[in-house]
Nanobody, 124 residues
């Protein structure tokens, strides 16, 4: 059974950086589109970033463009989210997701697998 496990969350000051990891277990995820979502308290879950199976096409939410970078290592079955210049409004639970369709569809929440989430808290 395929599973996604996020790690790397924590507490960081505004302007700092964190790198999240999402390790996939079970059958290989190398053929799937993978991405990240987040959900802040009392807010809807929102799309953050996605990448195609080969890492060539990447799709970002406007709110994180230029600050966050998604990447993947298919040999390790892992996708990463490098978060730089963090802002208070980036505070949320971050979820990893994987889907059989493209990045645009994943951005709409069309995913086949979801992780349990990792908390990111940005302080002033």
């Amino acid at each position: 059974q395929r599973q996604l496990v996020e790690s790397g969350g924590g507490l960081v000051q505004a302007g700092g950086s964190l790198r999240l990891s999402c390790a996939a277990s079970g059958r290989t995820f190398s053929s799937l589109t993978m991405g990240w979502f987040r959900q802040a308290p009392e807010k809807e879950r929102e799309f953050v970033a996605a990448t195609t199976w080969n890492g060539i096409t990447r799709h970002y939410a406007n709110s994180v463009k230029g600050r966050f970078t998604i990447s993947r290592d298919n040999a390790k079955n892992t996708v990463y989210l490098q978060m730089d210049s963090l802002k208070l409004e980036d505070t949320a639970v971050y979820y990893c997701a994987a889907g059989r369709e493209g990045t645009s569809r994943l951005a709409l929440g069309v995913a086949d697998y979801w992780g349990q989430g990792t908390q990111v808290t940005v302080s002033s």
